[in-house]
């Protein structure tokens, strides 16, 4: 969402990130409460992730709100999300890669990560997603099953990691959003706009994508993405 406003629209990084922030918020929601419902978010790991990410997205919230929007804040900005994008790209295009090395630590698993230390990289993995998707609204979803992949190859079924993922990422995205909009950065109009066509776009997303293989959807998003953001960074280190 974030590439497709600053591209399409021509909207100002910042309120890009803030826009699309509430955006994420609003429509992951009810699907939150869905994976409620169905008993399937783990809880500790959501909590070991709130404990570094929350806190993180108020520090880069604190920086951001302190710097002037001047040129040099837009092109960090720009260059994070452009980063971002790549990282997500990656992380689509090699989710079988990433898959594999999960399993192969499941395979090894009478040898277990120490539980201290199995919870300061959550928190690790945490505050490094805090930080990135505060800046740049991105990486909240692919980056943060990939940490979760790597963590958790035993605890955490599939079903089970993108559950924690997404519970994960609502508070997240609330926090990050609500420190946007105290500095004036989402464009509400926008935002209510991208609501409305996102329920009848949904629905044709989940119609399409029960005919058209998974995997082929994965490697078309990653590499559309890759190019973007590849795209993006090469226009903002110019």
Not at 134 to 162: D, I, K, N, Q
Request: aromatic share 4%.
């Amino acid at each position: 969402m974030t590439p497709i406003l600053l591209l399409v629209f021509g909207t100002a990084p910042l309120t890009a990130v803030g826009t699309d922030l509430w955006f994420a918020a609003a429509t992951k929601v009810a699907v939150s409460g869905l994976h409620i419902r169905q008993g399937v978010i783990d809880w500790l790991v959501v909590r070991r992730l709130w404990a570094g990410s929350l806190p993180a997205a108020a520090l880069m919230l604190a920086w951001m709100a302190n710097r002037p929007p001047d040129e040099g804040t837009i092109t960090v900005v720009r260059i994070a999300i452009a980063v971002a994008v790549c990282l997500t790209a990656v992380s689509l295009l090699a989710d079988r890669a990433f898959r594999a090395l999960g399993s192969r630590r499941m395979q090894k698993a009478g040898t277990p990560i120490q539980p201290r230390v199995e919870a300061a990289a959550t928190v690790v993995a945490g505050a490094l997603l805090g930080g990135l998707v505060t800046l740049t609204s991105v990486g909240a979803g692919a980056l943060g099953a990939v940490f979760l992949y790597h963590l958790y190859p035993v605890r955490l079924t599939p079903s089970r990691l993108v559950a924690t993922d997404i519970a994960h990422a609502v508070p997240l995205a609330l926090v990050a959003g609500l420190g946007h909009l105290a500095i004036s950065q989402v464009d509400l109009g926008l935002l209510r706009d991208l609501l409305v066509g996102s329920v009848p776009a949904a629905l044709a997303g989940a119609a399409l994508s029960s005919r058209v293989p998974h995997t082929l959807l994965r490697t078309a998003l990653g590499g559309v993405l890759l190019v973007i953001g590849l795209t993006m960074l090469a226009a903002a280190i110019r």
